[in-house]
Structures are given as C-alpha cells and as structure tokens.
C-alpha cells in the first residue's frame, strides 16, 4: 500500500500556517520567509520523489537571488543540472498549497500518477545562501526529506549555479567534475590559469577587477577565487557580506537604477563587476572621464562570447554552428549587431532561463543570456567530440591547432548548467585578456538603443497575454493596436508589455533612438496598459 509508505509525513511542526496561495514561478517559490517553512518541509518531500522518479540526484536551492532579506525561496535543480521539469512545477504547487489534512492522498497521487518505485533510494543535496532565515528553512527541508529517508548531501552555504554544477558531476559520476566545492574551484581556476599563460596583463587588458558581492553568497565564492587565482588575476572585494544583502548593490540593482552600488570606491575607467544575492547574474560597468555610467549587461556579455567563439571556430577550420539565445529585453542595438555584423543566427525565446536553455540546446554551441546578466554557453556532446578530433587531425596547420585547443580549454571554464555569475567572470576576463581590450574598447563593438522599464499596477496581471516570444500582445484586445501605433512615431522605437512572473505587476520596456524621447514612450505605454488593463493606485511614473 502506498499510503504506508507515507505515514510519517504528518508533521504538526511543519502544518500550514496560513491559506494564501502560493505559485512555483519562474525561479520557483519565493516570498516573505516567515511563510515558508512548511512550503519547505513539502518540497523536501517532494524531491525525495522526484530523486525517485529520475533514478538520481535532485538538487534543492534555499535563496531569494536578488530580492532584498526579509524574502527566500526555494527551487528544485532537476538530475541534468537543469530546472525542475515544467510539468512538475505544478506538481510542487499542488503539493504546496494542499491542505493538511490531504497531505498524504496528494502524496499517494503524485506518486502513483508519475509511477514511481518507491523503493529506489533518493538523494537530495542541499544548498542555502546567506540570508538569515536560510537556516529555518534548511531544518524544515531536512525533516521533508528524512521523513521518507531521503540520503541528504548538505553543501552548506553555495551559490546556485555552484549546486547545479554539484548535482551533474554526481549524476554523472564525476565526468563533468568532481563533485564538490573544492572540485569547482580548481577545475576553473586551473583552465583560467592555463589559458592565460605568463603574460597577465595584454595590451589595455590589465589584469585587475573590482567586485559588488551583493553582500551575498557570492563574496565566499569570491574570496575563494582570490585565493586560487591570485597570482593571475586581482579582484578587490565589496559589498563582501559584512552590509546588508541586495541593498542597493548587485547585479540587479545596479542593472536596474544603472548606477553605481553602495561602498564602490568611484575610480575612472576601472573595471567593475557586479553578482547577485545567489551568484547567477552578472554586469560590468565602469565610469567614464566625464563621471558618467556605463553599463555592460547579459546583451554585451552576450556579444562578447559569441563573437569569440565565432572567431575560434574560424580560425580552427571547424564547421559547426554556433547560435545566440536572446528575450525581448535584448537591446535592439545588441540584435542589430549579431545579425548584421556578427551574422550569427539569433533567436528570441520568452523571459526565463529554462526558455533560454532549451533553445540553446539546438545549436552546436549555443550562447544564451538575458539581458539582467543571467546566461551560459552550452555545447552538444558532438561539438565536445567534434573538437577533440580536429586537436588530432595531423593535417591542422598550427593556428588551426591553437585554435582548437583553445576551444577544448575554453569549453572547462565554462559552467553549462546554469547561468554562473563567477564562472562568466572568468570567461569575460579570459575574452578581454586575449583581445588586449580594457571596457572602453569592449564598449565600442556596438551602441546600445536608450531604454527604460516602468512597472504598472493592474487588478489581474493574467489579463495581459502575450505571444511571439512576449513580443506582442493577445489581451486585452486593442492594447497591441494602441502599442503599435504609438511606437510608430519614435524612430527606431519598440515597446512590449508583459505580465511578471516574480512581482504582482506589469512589466513595460520601451527603446528608441533618441535618450530625450525614450521616457516619453515608456511614459505613452505604461498609461494605456493603465488605462486598457484596469490599473490600480497611482499612476505610473518614470520615479
Ligand atoms: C527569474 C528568472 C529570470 C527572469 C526573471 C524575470 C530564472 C532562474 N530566473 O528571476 O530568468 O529574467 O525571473 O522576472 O529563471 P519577471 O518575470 O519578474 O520579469
Ligand atoms: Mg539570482
């Protein structure tokens, strides 16, 4: 009987304390943590059957990313390293919101109608970032998972794509590396060391950065690289834990406001780097002569890479295909610039790594990032081996061959399972080191179009639909017409609205060529998606 199997998951401990309703969204659940405890203590629950159901290591991620302290959340990494499957994100609010007093039967179906042998032996392994509520929530997660026996792996305090990069090397034996911290460490390290050889500055590159943590996990991942890479690469820490998490530092604040974080020593010219809450987002940035700010987000990063790889592939004398995964919040300035430029294929999927990542997966190498700083590059096993081969193809001349070997090597510094804020970092560095590029050079492959994003207050976001990649909108009807026609009069204009996956609002973004025109359309828009989608409370404003 399966019931038995669940008997001792009645926790009075961990019982709902409260009746809202919660959504597995984008990035999972993520609110208040004083709501989440029993939210925790299921979804320990449920990745003891999901590990069943997949015959392997699930991963479990207490965080809130970029959301300021008094949140957390939670996300389940599926056994590849990737995001928990869609169909059972609405699995886990089902199991989420269900009552008490049904916890069992919701159990019971779950595990007959995803037919899972019980009996197969489940292992989750933990990971949690800094925020003060993490270690509540880890407790109440454990209790899930040992209430069914779960095995636990808890890696303690980690950046999330830290644990995606953990769960494959166990699912895979530690083919991908070894599984552990001190194994992800030393695997990049090393590969940025080998490709940077002795000479560590180049031409304008010199080998010196500044770092904004977000006073979160990352600064731990930080200093650890300060260690192991110390003779090759300087990083000066802030923002390194010791202030208050997210608060007006971090990739998204900074990407956001486009300013400068809190506590950055103001230097000209110099090169800054921000991370996020969980580590999984990054931007750079730097100040000019004139004391202004310019921002070098996922779309440049994006670039960057893929103008990079197309160039290796070049030279090495190999024919694969390499393709760019971008969102509607791509400037269309970066657009522009791959296809007419670059002239790499380019897609545009909806807002949401699992939607980069499997688009990504079509190419040969497949470079993905949004816009916010989240993105990696994945390679198909036939690229890795493709590569590999042409090393040992004795008809290479000797710059196809650097070529390749430098493909191959490139491919380790890489973490393919998930957006990594550090693990990017050291692939931008090892881009501007080998172009002998400071930001001001990097800066000047392309424009980007001036651009704003306002938020609006609706009575029910879901009345807004969208389709074409979020790129036009379905509902309420009108509202597309009205979009259109308003972006007609700004050269080069383009607006879209969507409704949020992680905030109760409506999200507008506008561009257009003129930066003394583009609040006026990002004004035009957000007062008829007012107007036409029911808003409520104030106005919107560019504030
Ligand atoms: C989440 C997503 C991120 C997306 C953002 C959009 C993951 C791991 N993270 O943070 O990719 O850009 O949501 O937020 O999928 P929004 O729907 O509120 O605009
Ligand atoms: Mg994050």
């Not at 809130?64 to 059972?88: F, R, T, Y």
């Not at 494959?168 to 090393?190: H, M, W």
């Not at 994006?302 to 190999?318: P, Q, W």
């Not at 390499?322 to 909806?350: F, H, M, W």
Request: net charge negative.
């Amino acid at each position: 009987m399966k019931s038995n199997y669940f008997n001792n998951v009645v926790n009075s401990e961990y019982s709902r304390k409260n009746d809202g309703h919660i959504e597995y969204g984008t990035a999972g659940f993520r609110t208040k943590s004083d709501i989440l405890e029993h939210v925790l203590y299921r979804m320990g629950l449920l990745a003891v059957l999901r590990s069943k159901a997949k015959k392997a290591a699930i991963g479990l991620m207490i965080t809130a990313s970029h959301n300021l302290e008094p949140d957390n959340g939670i996300k389940l990494i599926d056994s590849a390293g990737e995001m928990l499957e869609v169909s059972w994100e609405m699995i886990a609010t089902n199991l989420a919101n269900t009552l008490d007093s049904d916890l069992i039967s919701m159990l019971v179906h779950i595990s007959t109608k995803e037919n899972i042998d019980l009996s197969v032996p489940a292992t989750v392994i933990i990971g949690r970032d800094t925020r003060k509520s993490s270690p509540i929530l880890l407790k109440a997660a454990l209790a899930g998972i040992k209430a069914l026996n779960g095995h636990v792996i808890d890696l303690g305090l980690v950046t999330t794509p830290q644990l995606h990069y953990i769960v494959v090397c166990t699912n895979t034996d530690g083919a991908y590396g070894d599984p552990t911290l001190q194994g992800y460490y030393s695997k990049l390290a090393a590969v940025f060391k080998s490709i940077r050889g002795t000479e560590i500055n180049n031409g304008k590159y010199i080998s010196e950065l500044q770092l904004d943590a977000a006073n979160g996990v990352g600064a731990i991942a930080a200093r650890e690289f300060q260690r192991y890479l110390k003779d090759v690469l300087d990083i000066k820490l802030f923002n390194d834990g010791s202030g208050d998490l997210n608060h007006m530092c971090g990739a998204d604040y900074v990407k956001v406001q486009q300013t400068l974080p809190l506590n950055i020593p103001s230097e000209k010219s110099v090169r800054y780097v921000s991370i996020d809450g969980d580590a999984d987002r990054v931007v750079y940035f730097y100040i000019d002569g004139n004391n202004k700010f310019h921002l070098l987000d996922g779309d440049r990063i994006a670039t960057l890479v893929a103008a990079y790889f197309k160039e290796l592939l070049e030279t090495s004398g190999l024919s694969l295909q390499l393709g760019l995964v971008q969102t509607a919040y791509a400037n269309g300035g970066s657009t522009d610039y791959i296809s007419n430029i670059l002239k790499v294929p380019v897609a545009c999927v909806p807002t949401g790594v699992k939607h980069l990542h499997k688009k990504a997966l079509e190419f040969d190498i497949g470079v993905y990032f949004e816009a916010n700083g989240h993105g990696t590059v994945i390679f198909k096993n036939t690229t890795k081996e493709a590569i590999k081969n042409q090393i040992k193809n004795e008809m290479l001349s000797t710059t196809q061959r650097v070529a390749s070997s430098k493909l191959r090597d490139v491919i380790d510094l890489i973490n393919e399972t998930v957006g990594d804020a550090l693990s990017d970092m050291l692939l931008v560095e090892t881009i501007l080191h080998a172009k002998g590029w400071n930001v001001i050079e990097w800066e000047k492959s392309y424009n980007d179009l001036p651009n704003k994003q306002l938020k609006v207050r609706v009575k029910d976001r879901n009345i807004i639909t969208t389709t074409n990649a979020e790129r036009h909108c379905l509902t309420p009807v009108c509202l597309q017409e009205e979009i259109d026609k308003i972006v007609l009069k700004y050269s080069r204009g383009r607006a879209f609205v969507r409704p949020s996956g992680t905030e109760d609002i409506v999200r507008v973004y506008a561009e257009c060529e003129s930066s003394s025109d583009v609040n006026k359309l990002a004004m035009e828009v957000a007062s008829l998606v007012y107007r036409l989608a029911d808003g409520v409370g104030p106005e919107p404003s560019l504030s």
